[in-house]
Each structure stands twice: as structure tokens, then as C-alpha cells.
């Protein structure tokens, strides 16, 4: 993310808009799925485990 901070303070130093908000709207969509993965990761471990767990379950003797 950081790098879209960077190109957008350098299109902005350059006088080229366009690219800087092209460079936003992409930094916006990172930090949308950013906090996407955040609150999904939660749900995502448990499940993980368990499934884990099951898999040790069964293959135990």
C-alpha cells in the first residue's frame, strides 16, 4: 500500500492527476479488501482448525 502512496505523491509532484487518482482509487480498493481479509480471518482460522482437527481425528488409530 505503501507504494501507492508513494507513486500518488509523485504523480501529484508531476502535475498528473489522472495518474494520481487512478494510483487512489486503487490504494482505496487495497484497504477496502485489506479490512475485507481483517474481518474474515477470524471465521477463516476457527474453520481452519477445525478442520484440522477432524483431520487428526480421524487418521489416529
Known sequence: M??????IAA????GA??????CQR???EKIEFHHW??????ALI???LRRDQM???SAAP
Open 55 to 57: 483431520a487428526s481425528s
Open 26 to 28: 486503487l490504494l482505496d
Open 46 to 48: 476457527e474453520e481452519y
Open 2 to 7: 505503501s507504494s501507492y502512496r508513494i507513486l
Open 37 to 42: 481479509v481483517e474481518q474474515q480471518l477470524p
Open 11 to 14: 504523480a501529484n509532484a508531476c
Open 17 to 22: 492527476a489522472q495518474v494520481a487518482s487512478a
